[in-house]
Nanobody, 118 residues
Framework: QVHLIESGGGLVQAGDSLRLSCAAS????????SAWFRQAPGKEREFVAG???????YYTDSVKGRFTISTDNAKITVTLQMNSLKPEDTAVYYC????????????WGQGTQVTVAS
């Protein structure tokens, strides 16, 4: 059985950094496009950052220059490094992989809460 296991969320102050990790269980990320999404209270889920199977990365405009998505050499972890956090980054962050169509992913993690205090 395959799973995504997220970790690294928490409560931080504006300007701080957090590092989210998404570990693959029962498979590896090799050959799959992967991404991070987030959902704030009362809002729809939104795309944050993606990484293709070949390592190409892309970001939503609001996090460009602050967030970095990456995978490890073994392709078992996808990481989201978040710097210069803002209160508007507060949300539940979800890892996803196996992109069936643009921004439509087959496998999702359980989510991890990120709260940025002003």
């Amino acid at each position: 059985q395959v799973h995504l296991i997220e970790s690294g969320g928490g409560l931080v102050q504006a300007g701080d950094s957090l590092r989210l990790s998404c570990a693959a269980s029962g498979f590896t990320f090799s050959g799959f496009n992967s991404a991070w999404f987030r959902q704030a209270p009362g809002k729809e889920r939104e795309f944050v950052a993606g990484i293709s199977w070949s390592g190409v990365t892309y970001y939503t405009d609001s996090v460009k220059g602050r967030f970095t998505i990456s995978t490890d050499n073994a392709k078992i972890t996808v990481t989201l490094q978040m710097n210069s956090l803002k209160p508007e980054d507060t949300a539940v962050y979800y890892c996803a992989t196996d992109e069936a169509s643009p921004h439509e992913y087959k496998l999702w993690g359980q989510g991890t809460q990120v709260t940025v205090a002003s």
